[in-house]
């Protein structure tokens, strides 16, 4: 049985694997696009489309996120203009690259490698910080304690919409 030209176990495991992936990373408050290409380049996906869906995974997840910042009031549009003129041309000069690799039938490999590579860096790059900045010694710290009580009226309506909830197990901490 198929719905919009897929079959219907196929739909679900997108479903389900998109699910988790916004469910996990919502957490982490990233997207989880890094895990699509990947994962649509093992079903056996070519190079192209799994880039090209991880990127639109990308897009959706931050025209939301930019959406809510910017109600928020913490979107510099200064900054905006130009990470987008930088990632225009950035993606422009990858998908020229794919391209190239996938002539030379390379660009499935290359790409994996690049992820691993990629991503191994950006753990590296977490575990060294999580050393550095909780090494135990309060001295060098990065977390600062607050000077004093915060302004209820700096608190967004969100936010205190959460905070009135009461779903036990409750507990506050003392200062």
Do not use: C, W
Request: glycine residues 14%.
């Amino acid at each position: 049985m198929e719905l919009f030209g897929i079959a219907l176990m196929t739909l679900a495991l997108f479903v389900s694997f998109g699910f988790m992936v916004g469910v996990l990373f919502g957490f982490f408050g990233m997207g989880g696009s890094f895990l699509v290409t990947p994962a649509l380049l093992v079903m056996g996906y070519p190079a192209r489309v799994a880039v090209g869906s991880g990127m639109a995974f990308v897009f959706g997840t931050a025209m939301i996120a930019t959406l809510k910042h910017r109600d928020l009031g913490q979107v510099d549009y200064k900054l905006g203009g130009l990470m987008i003129v930088g990632t225009t041309s950035g993606i422009e000069v990858g998908s020229r690259i794919v391209y190239y690799l996938e002539e030379l039938g390379l660009a499935s490999g290359a790409i994996g490698v690049t992820y691993v590579v990629l991503l191994g860096a950006v753990g590296l790059f977490v575990i060294r910080n999580a050393l550095v900045n909780d090494g135990g010694d309060d001295s060098s710290s990065s977390h600062h304690e607050s000077d004093g009580e915060i302004d209820p009226d700096a608190i967004p309506p969100l936010a205190k919409r959460i905070q009135s909830y009461r779903i036990p197990p409750m507990m506050t901490v003392a200062g």
